[in-house]
């Protein structure tokens, strides 16, 4: 679904506003997965505000999934882990909020 399908297959070229990068399956229900890649072994990831926006939109329905691919530079060691939504009911109490900068719009 991102921009970086025209790397292997033809047709659109994707959209990197969507807040996923891989949607399996048709119809209603389908997943939706974020991939993040790491060089080493992982443990901190950043989602940008599309991705923040779509995981909120799914936590109640646990549809939206985060993929890490840890070692991504190592093809000895590398490995995916498939994460659930951090703000899904199956993602409570396994992330640590790191801090960062909140972006907020405001009227005069």
């Known amino acids: 679904?991102?921009?970086n399908r025209r790397k292997a297959f033809p047709g659109p070229s994707g959209d990197d506003g969507?807040?996923?990068?891989f949607k399996?399956?048709?119809?209603?229900?389908?997943?939706?997965?974020?991939?993040?890649?790491?060089?080493?072994?992982?443990?901190?990831?950043?989602?940008?505000?599309?991705?923040v926006r779509a995981a909120q939109q799914h936590a109640g329905n646990e549809r939206w999934r985060l993929l890490v691919v840890t070692s991504v530079l190592d093809p000895e060691r590398v490995d995916i882990?498939?994460?659930?939504?951090?703000?899904?009911?199956?993602?409570?109490?396994?992330y640590r909020e790191e801090g960062g900068a909140l972006r907020f719009s405001y009227r005069l």
Not at 24 to 51: C, H, N, W, Y
């Open 1 to 3: 679904m991102s921009s």
């Open 24 to 51: 399996v399956g048709s119809g209603k229900r389908p997943m939706m997965f974020e991939g993040k890649a790491t060089r080493g072994d992982g443990g901190q990831i950043e989602l940008g505000e599309s991705e």
């Open 81 to 94: 882990h498939m994460l659930p939504n951090p703000f899904g009911k199956q993602g409570r109490g396994r």
């Open 18 to 21: 969507l807040g996923f990068d």
